[in-house]
């Protein structure tokens, strides 16, 4: 059983930071991708940014690169999304997922929701202007 448990969200004025935390409740990493997406009502889930357990290989989605960073602890058990430069259009749910084995983890795979079996609750994120 894998939980996912998400924390850090809040509201902040445009061009501050927030960093998200997702915790992973699975006894290991092995074969583990985990990604963070975004949703706002009446729109699609958006990938925001995924990283590979092992080899820590990340994806990031255009809107955000430059601006959020991606990373795990050291145990892997825990994975961070660090955002600087938030802008309103960032406002969203976000949340965090997890596959396991799978034989795919490209630029484009990495951010399809379709992919991802294990998903957390969301945490909110609202940027003010």
């Known amino acids: 059983q894998v939980e996912l448990a998400e924390s850090g969200g809040g509201s902040v004025q445009a061009g501050g930071s927030l960093r998200l935390s997702c915790a992973n409740s699975a006894d290991t990493a092995s074969g583990r991708l985990m990604a963070w997406f975004r949703q706002v009502p009446g729109k699609e889930r958006e990938g925001v940014a995924s990283i590979r357990a092992g080899d820590g290989m990340t994806y990031y989605g255009d809107s955000v690169k430059g601006r959020f960073t991606i990373s795990q602890d050291n145990a892997e058990t825990t994975v961070y999304l660090q955002m600087n430069g938030l802008r309103p259009e960032d406002t969203g749910m976000y949340y965090c997922?997890?596959?396991?084995?799978?034989?795919?983890?490209?630029?484009?795979?990495?951010?399809?929701?379709?992919?991802?079996?294990?998903w957390g609750q969301g945490t909110q994120v609202t940027v003010s202007s």
């Open positions: 997922a997890a596959e396991y084995n799978s034989p795919w983890y490209t630029p484009i795979t990495a951010l399809q929701p379709d992919k991802y079996s294990y």
